[in-house]
């Protein structure tokens, strides 16, 4: 199973950026998808994540608001629409997969490589 990740770049604040992930490889069923993103000399922390079905969703208190999370119409892929942007939320951001977990925990099974997003100020 592959994910990969793109979209990432610089912005400048106030300014949007869409991120995409691609679930490829070995057909995993139904699963949930989710945004993880870690900046320079922090910890890895959650952003968002969304069920199989595309209707439940669910945001960290830092983007809600701001950011929202989608799927396409053929489920794997995931996209991470990123409004109002600030330069703290510059960081690498990580896709994710797993067909268990859902939720705020790095529990996922699969990982993409990971997109930059720099946001200036």
């Known amino acids: 199973v592959q994910l990969q990740a793109s979209g990432g770049g610089l912005v400048q604040a106030g300014g949007s950026l869409r991120l995409s992930c691609e679930v490829s490889g070995r057909t995993l069923g139904n699963y949930a998808m989710g945004w993880f993103r870690q900046a320079p000399g922090k910890e890895r922390e959650f952003v968002a994540a969304i069920r199989w079905s595309g209707e439940v969703t669910y945001y960290a208190d830092s983007v809600k608001g701001r950011f929202s999370i989608s799927r396409g119409n053929a489920r794997n892929t995931a996209y991470l629409h990123m409004n109002s942007l600030r330069p703290e939320d510059t960081a690498v951001y990580y896709c994710?997969?797993?067909?268990?977990?859902?939720?705020?925990?790095?529990?996922?099974?699969?990982w993409g490589q990971g997109t930059l997003v720099t946001v200036s100020s």
């Open positions: 994710t997969a797993d067909r268990a977990y859902y939720g705020p925990d790095p529990k996922y099974d699969y």
